[in-house]
Structure formats: structure tokens, C-alpha cells
């Protein structure tokens, strides 16, 4: 168990199969344009020697969830999400420095994402993790034309 800034009891494991419904109700509450479920079922089939997927419940309920690739030596974190009426009580940050501990378990030197130029929340979190920014895809996001911000931290 780990707890957020909140003090609530969180329990951050390895996603599953069976979490997909609760984490697919999150997806699309959070994003312009949603990850499809077939996504995420083929990372969490490809297994942990390419993908890393993790889940925060609170009891039964996923709140948030957090993944990425493992390319060499890079994590590359491809998505992070919390529920909303969960947002703001340290599930994200608790999630974040999950996936970060067991990046660096794995030999990663690095870790990569792309976050969107007006996410400031996101941003601000992955700063806090000590990301720094370091370019820039124009109109990386399809749905917006928005540009991407490219963060990097080295581990």
C-alpha cells in the first residue's frame, strides 16, 4: 500500500485484463481523443519485457493508471490518468514515481513523454519529478493541431 498527499490508501500494482473497464471509463473521461480498449490489451499482452502498465485502487476501484514502453534504456511513459473526482490527492505523483522506481529496477538510464503544451497540471507534476523540457513536435496531437511538449529525466 502506498498512500497519496491525501493520506488515502492507495494499492499500485501491475494492471491487468480485468481492470480495462474501469480504466477505459477514466480513459475517455480524461482525453480528447481515448486510447481504444485494444490498445491497452495488446501492451498488457506484449508483457512486462516491453511494456510496463500499472493501476492505483482504492478497495476495488481503479482511480488512476500509468504506462509506458521500455525501449533499450529509455522508459518512454505513454499515459497517465486519474479519475477525476480522485484528482489532486497525490495519485498521480504516487503512480509517477511507481513507474519511475521500477523503470530504473530495469536499467533505464532515461525517461521520455510528450505532454501537451497547454497541460500545465501535467506539467507542473512531471517537473516535480525533476522532467525538463526539451523540444518540441508541432501539432503532434492530432485532435487539437496542438503542439507537444518533449520532457526528459534522466535516471
Sequence with gaps: MKEGDKGLELDIKEMTLEDLDQVMEIEVASFPTPWK?????????????????????IGDKVVGYVGGWVIGDEMHITTIAVASEYRGRGIGDALLSDILEEARERGCRIATLEVRETNWIAQNLYRKHGFLPI??????????GEDAIVMVLEL
Design 37 to 57: 480498449r485494444s490498445m491497452f490489451e495488446k501492451d498488457l499482452r506484449m508483457g512486462k519485457g516491453f511494456c510496463i502498465y500499472k493501476s492505483a485502487k
Design 135 to 144: 523540444g518540441l513536435r508541432k501539432g503532434y496531437y492530432r485532435d487539437t
